[in-house]
């Protein structure tokens, strides 16, 4: 059975950073498709950055261009999503997912709904 475990949201200050972890298990993630979402209140839930495997291609937001980098570490089956200079619109509950049929790009535009996906972790960002 297909697990995924998000940890590491906070209540952050304007201008901080976070690193968010996603430990994945039950299921060879190698040949997946896997990102991050996340979704603000009364807000759509929105496709933040999403990538295959490490030397293949890499999705990021128009939003959070230059301020979040994805990355995976396939020994210790944990994806991360570091977070920097975070402003009060990145407030929301981001989630892990992953997919096997489609890229990254779709992925994250959600041309498919990924198959697996983690309960969460809040972000806030305020002062």
């Known amino acids: 059975q297909a697990h995924l475990v998000e940890s590491g949201g906070d209540l952050v200050q304007p201008g901080g950073s976070l690193t968010l972890s996603c430990v994945i298990s039950?299921?060879?993630?190698?040949?997946?498709?896997i990102g991050w979402f996340r979704q603000a209140p009364g807000k759509e839930r929105e496709g933040v950055s999403c990538?295959?495997?490490?030397?293949?291609?890499?999705y990021y937001a128009d939003s959070v261009k230059g301020r979040f980098t994805i990355s995976r570490d396939n020994d210790k089956n944990t994806l991360y999503l570091q977070m920097n200079n975070l402003q009060t619109d990145d407030t929301a509950v981001y989630y892990c997912a992953a997919e096997l049929l489609i890229g990254p790009q779709d992925m994250c535009q959600m041309t498919l709904k990924p198959v697996y996906w983690g309960q969460g972790t809040q972000v806030t960002v305020s002062s």
């Open positions: 039950g299921f060879n993630w190698t040949y997946y498709s």
């Open positions: 990538m295959g495997n490490s030397d293949g291609p890499i």
